[in-house]
């Protein structure tokens, strides 16, 4: 058996990254064109904040990548996400953004050599926090957010999972070993890892457990989080949880099928209500966030009017 102690690594500085903080879209930025069901959507976001139902919104890393993280980060700031859940990739694009304020290398250059997932500050920090936390009985995402917060990266203000830690939002992290480049690292400790993202998974199921007449985002996950969500919520229904009459929403470039019947389809034998949106990420979300301020614009209007009668 190979010997992961010799693995060696090199400083992240080294790396060229494919995102930098320039990319990042924010609030205010840009003007989508109105889409008909993603406005639907942000209806429903609405009426669930108003009514005190839950918001989750789980992700893959192209989210980030794509620089939608200040606009998630605004939404849950207003109130509109109650939980973020995501693969292991979610955390480490996270983090390092928070790092250098940078991430995504190009896999191909570093197949070469071998130091493609190499970076030592990614492997040892992330590691190192998740090592702990495990030991404490916490969460994977907890722990990387309290590690953002306790070594003051320069950048946490663009990270999910700092700003979770701070507004005590629920970040859970779902990691299939082996699939992470923090798996790489000789200080990765998998015992510890399998028990902080199963941490996480009883913490998401206890959000998917009070779900009824909220709204699941499933925002560029076409494996992991479908699968996490459909356990999630088979142990609440298992447990006697009354969760039904919730909204699903899948948004992705392709049409997927785990998404399809996970997200949209299954759910709807719970008297559920399932959209599938197609288009790129860049469009989608701030399509979303736009919808969202538009329909709050609306609602204070209304109400101003109505009272001044």
């Known amino acids: 058996m190979l010997d992961f102690t ?17 990319d990042m879209i924010l609030p205010g930025a840009y003007l989508s064109k109105p889409i008909e069901s993603i406005s639907a959507i942000a209806e429903r ?13 789980q992700m893959g890393a192209a989210v980030i990548k794509e620089g939608c993280s200040s606009l998630i980060i605004d939404l849950m700031q207003r109130g509109y996400i109650q939980h973020i859940a995501g693969n292991g990739a979610v955390s480490i ?56 917060d306790r070594r003051d990266l320069p950048h946490k ?76 919520l088979t142990i609440a229904r298992n447990l006697g949880c009354n969760v039904d009459r919730f909204t699903t929403v899948n948004f992705d470039f392709f049409n997927m099928y785990r998404p399809r019947t996970r997200i949209v389809e299954w759910p709807k034998t719970l008297d559920c209500e399932g959209f599938d949106i197609r288009g790129g990420h860049r469009q989608t979300f701030p399509a979303l966030h736009q919808a969202i301020g538009e329909i709050e614009k609306r609602t204070q209007y209304t109400e101003r009017t109505t009272c001044s009668v």
Not at 50 to 55: E, Q
């Open 93 to 148: 694009h996270d983090f390092e953004i928070a790092l250098i304020g940078g991430t995504s290398e190009h896999v191909p250059d570093g197949l070469k050599n071998g130091t493609f997932g190499m970076a030592e500050e990614t492997g040892r920090m992330m590691n190192e926090a998740i090592n702990q936390g495990a030991s404490e009985g916490r969460g994977f995402g907890y722990a990387i957010g309290r590690m953002i």
């Open 45 to 57: 976001m609405v009426k669930a904040k108003k009514n005190d139902r839950s918001i989750v919104l």
């Open 157 to 232: 203000e663009y990270s999910l999972a700092w700003n979770c830690f701070k507004l005590g939002i629920p970040f859970t992290i779902h990691v299939s070993l082996g699939c992470d480049i923090i798996h790489q690292h000789p200080l990765c400790d998998g015992a510890a890892t399998g028990a902080a993202t199963f941490t996480d998974f009883k913490i998401f199921t206890e959000t998917i457990s009070r779900i009824k007449q909220g709204v699941v985002l499933n925002y560029g996950s076409a494996v992991a989080m479908p699968e996490v969500f459909l356990k999630a």
């Open 6 to 22: 010799k693995i060696t690594t090199s400083p992240i500085a080294n790396r060229k990254n494919k995102f930098h903080l320039a």
